[in-house]
């Protein structure tokens, strides 16, 4: 069996990070599996993925992911594999209409994501998506509430879409050791309480509010801020603003993000929606308490096992936080939940589910 999996780039997304931790595992099992990424830009998740001596990676150059004419650099790779796994717009359009326009006969596969898609608000861009998918064999689904709205949106019947969840690596997560917090070089101070948000800085995610949590939040929480993206300039400089340049750390992009999380007192993903964020799994496993927006997508993750907060309301996080660190009882009994709720994520699960989908596609 072949199958080519197909993403924009090996930037640091969600996605990007479930390519990286789980196609050495489809190889260990037997599995001939390569990756396509319509831009090499060299991001760290790209270059892990290059040095792998087992993994094939190719790139088709470093133009803008937009560019129309990557459709017929597909097009010679179709008839090279049994299956094509694609992630994420626009691979999503380029990948249909190259099998489209050159009549291959290779199955396609779609993950989505996320369970918003702006498209759908026009009505010419819903009769294009509608099309565009149609081309895909099978369409997964990360959450029941992901394949709904896709269901509902594209009018598809049932036997399209199957719900695989997103997994983690949870020994790479358990066996990662914190960093003394000399090793960080941030000049933090010595009874420091760390926050953490790892995520790109770009629309849903919400850095802003975690940041502005620290006016109502004693002088030595600090908070450590894991990512790029466009956004990340104006959260500069709304630190800037708010006059918490010594409190705030922006770490950038980061290979070490597990010993960055058990090395943090209270870990937090801010967002206006998820799709199934590896993220948050990663942060429910880590042994320490997890605190997301209680929006769509994180809701069915954390919901009993973390602790919520109303979308974009920092006054609240700050309370949550004062009482995680004053209140141990509460503090262990969050962390055990999480390690429970994280359990459900394993990254072998999800594995074994992709390859039976594949062997049935097969028949």
């Known amino acids: 069996m072949k199958v080519l ?54 790139s088709l150059g470093n133009s803008s992911v937009y560019n129309p004419f990557l459709i017929f650099k597909i097009i010679k790779y179709l008839k090279k594999y049994d299956f094509i796994h694609v992630h994420l717009f626009p691979s999503l359009y380029w990948v249909a209409l190259a099998k489209w326009i050159s009549f291959s006969k290779v199955k396609l596969i779609y993950t989505e994501h ?19 998918y149609s081309k895909y064999n099978k369409i997964i689904g990360i959450t029941d509430n ?59 995610k919400d850095q802003k509010t975690v940041i502005k949590s620290l006016q109502h939040l004693p002088q030595n929480v600090h908070l450590l801020l894991v990512g790029q ?35 943090s007192d209270i870990l937090i993903l801010s967002s206006q929606y998820e799709g199934l964020s590896l993220s948050s799994i990663e942060a429910l496993a880590s042994g ?8 769509p997508g994180l809701k069915e993750i954390v919901s009993e096992a973390g602790v919520m907060f109303p979308f974009q309301d920092d006054k609240k996080l700050a309370e949550i936080c004062v009482e995680l660190m004053t209140n141990k009882n509460k503090y262990d009994t969050i962390v055990s939940n999480c390690i429970l709720r994280s359990k459900q994520y394993d990254i072998t699960v999800m594995i074994d589910k992709h390859i039976n989908l594949y062997k049935s596609l097969l028949k």
Do not use: C
């Not at 690596?169 to 953490?196: G, H």
């Not at 800037?240 to 922006?250: A, G, N, P, Y």
């Open 114 to 132: 996320s369970t918003s898609n702006r498209r759908m608000k026009h009505w010419i861009l819903k009769i294009i998506d509608r099309f565009i």
């Open 146 to 204: 992901v394949k709904s709205q896709l269901k509902k949106q594209l009018q598809f019947s049932d036997d399209k879409f199957i719900i695989i969840e997103n997994g983690i690596d949870l020994t790479k997560i358990e066996e990662s050791i914190k960093y003394d917090l000399p090793e960080l070089n941030l000049n933090l101070p010595v009874d420091v309480k760390l926050l953490i948000q790892v995520s790109s800085f770009q629309f849903p």
């Open 5 to 58: 999996q197909v993403i924009n780039s090996m930037a640091t997304g969600g996605a990007e990070k479930l390519l990286l931790d789980t196609i050495p595992k489809y190889i260990e099992k037997g599995i001939v599996m390569d990756i396509l990424v319509l831009n090499g830009t060299k991001y760290p998740f790209y270059n892990e993925l290059k040095n792998n001596p087992s993994i094939r990676l190719i």
């Open 288 to 295: 320490k308490p997890f605190v997301a927006s209680d929006v």
């Open 229 to 263: 993206g466009v956004m990340l300039d104006q959260n500069k400089k709304l630190v800037e603003e708010l006059q918490l340049k010594d409190r705030v750390h922006f770490l950038g992009i980061r290979m070490d993000v597990a010993r960055l999380l058990k090395t």
